[in-house]
């Protein structure tokens, strides 16, 4: 892959993690394993594409970014099933 598809694939993944904070009015506690995926993923195709050494640039993007995004989701669903259930105070909803 050239540079420029790495570009827009990057400015494409970035524009959806922030894109996708605004899909619900509500609040989610439990969105750790979410966020986590796409942090996860956006860094790990990062360090991917820059220690590419002797392998295309492209390809290690894409498992750094797998790799990084399975990572991430574990240690967000971690902190999810750690985090206490939220209660219901009955107060203005």
Avoid: E
């Amino acid at each position: 892959m050239n540079k420029i598809n790495i570009k827009n694939l990057l400015i494409s993944a970035i524009t959806l993690a922030f894109l996708s904070a605004c899909t619900n009015n509500t609040a989610n506690p439990n969105s750790g394993a979410q966020t986590g995926a796409v942090i996860g993923g956006l860094t790990g195709a990062a360090i991917g594409y820059n220690n590419s050494g002797r392998h295309s640039r492209g390809g290690t993007a894409v498992v750094g970014g797998l790799l990084g995004a399975a990572v991430g989701a574990g240690i967000g669903n971690a902190v999810d099933n750690s985090n206490p259930p939220p209660q219901n105070t009955g107060g203005w909803q």
